[in-house]
């Protein structure tokens, strides 16, 4: 399809564990943001990669969080040693540079939890 | 930086009755504002949004927003909802110097019922 598509879908893990969650962006966006969406919390930014600048990480919640982009295309959002607050829905999305400000194109979320 | 306040974390309506949907914002440079909607099992989508110009904008599915600078709000309004209207609805601000990093509410639960 045509639009943002991330997996897995649903992960579970043990508390410890690693976990890596991709998403593939759409073709030609530039623009590339990782959120965290928690029960009652709204929506939490978390990672955004612009063409090749250097990525924004400032709501990265602990150094156990990493993320990665490959050839401007493809992300990988890796969490070390998970813990059971990990648990959430993340979700990518992309877009393309401004022009078009604020039109961000999510992924239906890759579901979290942490036994 | 800036923040966003959706003081309804519910909001239960009949169907064919009108809707507001309250946003507040926090911010000390100029910023865009946008309402989002998820659907159930589904991924965000743009409903509409606010750059510049008219201070009211007109989204999808009959969806209309206010942007009033001196109380900073963008509340979303609909005269008449519908059943399929039921979805979370989520306030988003960023800042007008670049890049489209948004800061979301906690969202809206709209539930519209018969």
């Known amino acids: 399809g045509a639009g943002v598509s991330q997996s897995p879908s649903n992960k579970v893990t043990e508390k410890g564990k690693d976990v890596e969650l991709r998403c593939d962006p759409i073709s030609g966006h530039t623009a590339l943001y990782w959120y965290r969406q928690s029960l009652g919390q709204g929506l939490e930014f978390l990672i955004y990669?612009?063409?090749?600048?250097?990525?924004?990480k400032s709501g990265l919640p602990s150094d156990r969080f990493s993320a990665e982009r490959t050839g401007g295309s493809v992300s990988t959002l890796t969490i070390q040693r998970t813990q059971q607050e990990d648990s959430a829905v993340y979700l990518c999305a992309s877009s393309f540079t401004s022009g078009t400000a604020g039109e961000l194109f999510f992924g239906e979320g890759s579901r979290l939890t942490v036994l | 930086a800036q923040s966003v306040t959706q003081l309804d974390s519910q909001v239960p309506v009949f169907e064919e009755a009108p809707v507001e949907l309250r946003c507040n914002y926090s911010?000390?440079?100029?910023?865009?504002l946008f309402w989002y909607v998820q659907y159930p099992n589904q991924g965000l989508q743009l409903l509409l949004k606010?750059?510049?110009?008219?201070?009211l904008v007109k989204g999808i599915n009959g969806f209309e927003a206010e942007f009033n600078k001196s109380q900073t709000s963008f509340h979303l309004r609909k005269p008449s909802v519908h059943i399929s209207d039921t979805a979370e609805y989520f306030c988003?601000?960023?800042?007008?110097?670049?890049?489209?990093?948004?800061?979301f509410g906690t969202g809206t639960q709209l539930k519209v019922e018969l």
């Open positions: 990669f612009q063409g090749n600048s250097a990525p924004d």
């Open positions: 911010s000390s440079v100029s910023v865009y």
């Open positions: 988003a601000v960023s800042d007008t110097g670049g890049g489209n990093k948004l800061t």
């Open positions: 606010y750059l510049s110009g008219s201070t």
